[in-house]
Every structure is written in structure tokens, then in C-alpha cells.
């Protein structure tokens, strides 16, 4: 289950002071490349492919309640080395890729959260926490001095959507 909450953070480095501060653990520093994909013919982009260094983290994640400033809903992921043979699973299986894009993350470790500042060129910066907890959630907010920080209901898929939309000539894939 993943229970989390993403905010729209124009300053990560006020939330980078605010968790050094707070004597947040640096879990890593790294650029991601992330690929998502759907079945022909489905409206539903349920499945993800995370590569950085080495690594694959192949994910599922289920429908959420976009009511609530706190998203709750299954997620199951598993980890490869095998990158070359994750992408030929899934398109096995009958996926296609339909949307591709670069993130630098820089994760800490805060009170039981895990803190991830996240920058997408041309398009935004964000910072998610995420905690087995949904409680604890506000209280690292405001460790971070993030309460009053607007929350992004879209996941990042419906982000990178509407970035493609709103400038087609743009490439956010940098």
C-alpha cells in the first residue's frame, strides 16, 4: 500500500535546509528515467518502468481517491537488475510504451517518511512524502515548513500528459 502526498515546491533547496535541519538521513542522489505503459485499446496506465544506474523497478499502481490530499492505493514493485529483459516482459505481455520522461530525485529519510525532491525539467518541482502512516504525513509536512504548500492531485503520467499538451513542441523528455 502506498500512502503518500506530493506537493508543488518551487524552492527544493528550503526543503532540502528544512530536512538537514531536521536531521534527515540522504537515502540517494540520482536521475531516473521513467517509461509507462498500456495495453492497445485500454485507458489505463496502471504500469511503470523506473531505470537509474543499473536498476529496474518494474510498478503496478492502483486507482486512488483524488479527493483526498493524501493518496492511498495499492502498489507492487519489484526490482531487476535485468533492464533489457524488464522492457521485453512487459511488451510480451502485450504493453506499449506511451510515455517516457527524465526526473532527478534526491530522497531522505524523515520521521518514519521518506522525503523524495524531485525536478522535471520544463515542467516542474515537486516533493512527495510518503509514509506507512497516513497521520504522519502533516507532521513532516510542517517539520519542513510545507503546510500551506498546494498539493498536486495528478500523478506524475497526468503531469507529463498535460505538459505534452500545453506545449507539444516542448521536449520534456531531457
Not at 528544512?18 to 537515502?27: S, V
Not at 514493485?77 to 526526473?103: C, H, M, P, Q, W
Not at 524523515?110 to 523524495?116: F, I, K, M, P, Q
Amino acid at each position: 500500500m502506498e500512502i503518500e502526498t506530493k506537493l508543488i515546491v518551487d524552492n527544493l533547496e528550503f526543503v532540502e535546509e528544512k530536512l538537514k535541519e531536521n536531521n534527515a538521513r540522504e537515502i540517494y542522489d540520482r536521475e531516473e528515467e521513467n517509461i509507462y505503459y498500456a495495453r492497445p485499446g485500454e485507458d489505463v496506465f496502471d504500469l511503470r518502468i523506473r531505470f537509474f544506474e543499473d536498476k529496474a523497478i518494474i510498478t503496478y499502481k492502483g486507482k486512488h481517491d483524488t479527493k483526498s490530499n493524501i493518496k492511498q492505493r495499492e502498489e507492487i514493485e519489484i526490482s531487476t537488475a535485468d533492464t533489457e529483459n524488464s522492457i521485453k516482459l512487459i511488451e510480451a505481455l502485450g504493453y506499449k510504451e506511451v510515455l517516457r520522461y527524465k526526473k532527478h530525485r534526491k530522497a531522505f529519510f524523515l520521521e518514519n517518511a521518506e522525503v523524495t525532491l524531485d525536478t522535471i525539467t520544463k515542467v516542474g518541482t515537486y516533493v512527495e512524502i510518503e509514509s506507512a502512516v497516513a497521520e504522519n504525513i502533516p507532521y513532516v509536512k510542517k517539520l519542513l515548513g510545507l503546510e500551506l504548500a498546494k498539493v498536486e492531485q495528478r500523478s506524475y503520467f497526468e503531469i507529463m500528459q498535460d505538459a505534452i499538451k500545453n506545449e507539444p513542441q516542448t521536449n520534456v523528455y531531457e
